[in-house]
């Protein structure tokens, strides 16, 4: 499939309604104080960008970047649309996020993922792209139910 990829205002009612989809799914898969995806709202802070992915006129995935410090990043909201699920979407816009990191010259990448098995295609893919669990960063603390992971770029 080919996708274009380009930085959402966070406008569009299907992208709003693919975040909420994924903020239930994270709140039915983890305890409410695991949850740390955010909502449109936080997406459109200023240290932020919020991408949308889309074959042809079709919402296939989202994802955001987040920096941290001038040299480090994280990932946030990285979501596949139910349809686009195992089609290459997710990669998709994994990669696009790796380029715009190395693009803006960070060294370190590191996102928070849940442990449960429905996170499991996304812990391989994270893995397959050079991702490894890591020490919890930020406000996160790894537990039974959330790991952190990062990539040096």
Same mark, same amino acid.
């Given at each position: ?11 569009? &009612?299907? =992208?709003? !309604? *693919?975040?909420? %989809?994924?903020? +239930?799914?994270?709140?039915?898969? @983890? ?28 919402? &296939?995935? =989202?994802? !955001? *970047?987040?920096? %941290?410090?001038? +040299?480090?990043?994280?990932?946030? @909201? ?76």
């Amino acid at each position: 499939m080919e996708y274009r990829i380009a930085q959402d205002p966070l406008e569009d &009612a299907e =992208v709003l !309604a *693919l975040l909420q %989809l994924h903020l +239930d799914e994270m709140h039915r898969w @983890s305890p409410a104080c695991k949850v740390h995806a955010l909502p449109a709202e936080r997406l459109r802070d200023p240290e932020v960008t919020f991408y949308a992915v889309r074959e042809g006129d079709r919402l &296939a995935a =989202v994802g !955001a *970047l987040k920096e %941290l410090a001038p +040299d480090r990043g994280e990932l946030k @909201s990285m979501r596949a649309a139910p349809a686009y699920r195992g089609k290459g979407a997710g990669e998709a816009v994994l990669l696009h996020l790796l380029a715009e990191a190395q693009a803006r010259g960070y060294r370190w990448l590191g996102l928070e993922t849940g442990r449960p098995e429905a996170f499991r295609p996304a812990l391989r893919l994270y893995e397959k792209h050079g991702f490894a669990e890591c020490p919890a960063f930020g406000d996160y603390v790894s537990d039974e139910f959330s790991l952190c992971m990062e990539k040096w770029l």
